[in-house]
């Protein structure tokens, strides 16, 4: 996980995360060169439990959803989803079948991303 300054430099590249103890422990890389442990005692994470006001809760899971990663998974599964039903209709109907059906695909395939991007969207405004 990294965060990023507002002119997005990455700032802290945390690269594990493990339990040590009673403390959680991160590895991490601060600002490019120093790579150190820190640690996050039980007092200090019900303290940073108390900074996320239910305005932040409720904006996490729509932020799962948006950037690239997310439209590239979607993609990926329309895709795969379609070319399973493409190749079944390819075994049973032959191959002239088949191609109408990829041609049709590909517009519905494009439609629908389409159609989550602005769903994505209107979440976003409501906030």
């Given at each position: ?6 002119d997005n ?8 995360l493990?339990?040590?103890g ?5 590895n991490?890389?601060l600002m ?7 640690y996050?005692?039980?007092d200090?994470?019900?303290a940073?439990l108390?900074?996320l006001s239910?305005?932040v809760?409720?904006?996490m899971?729509?932020?799962?959803v948006r950037?690239?990663?997310a ?20 075994r049973a ?5 088949e191609e109408?059906?990829?041609k049709?695909g590909k517009?519905?395939?494009d439609?629908?991303?389409?159609a989550?991007?602005?769903?994505i969207?209107?979440?976003a405004?409501?906030d």
């Amino acid at each position: 996980m990294k965060m990023y300054s507002k002119d997005n430099q990455c700032m802290v590249d945390v690269r594990k995360l493990e339990k040590k103890g009673d403390d959680l422990v991160m590895n991490c890389k601060l600002m490019g060169a120093y790579s150190m442990p820190i640690y996050l005692r039980p007092d200090e994470l019900r303290a940073a439990l108390k900074l996320l006001s239910w305005d932040v809760l409720s904006y996490m899971p729509q932020m799962l959803v948006r950037g690239t990663e997310a439209e590239e998974a979607v993609n990926d599964i329309i895709n795969n989803l379609g070319d399973t039903v493409i190749d079944y209709i390819g075994r049973a109907f032959g191959t002239e079948v088949e191609e109408q059906a990829r041609k049709i695909g590909k517009i519905m395939s494009d439609t629908t991303v389409d159609a989550l991007k602005l769903v994505i969207e209107q979440i976003a405004s409501e906030d």
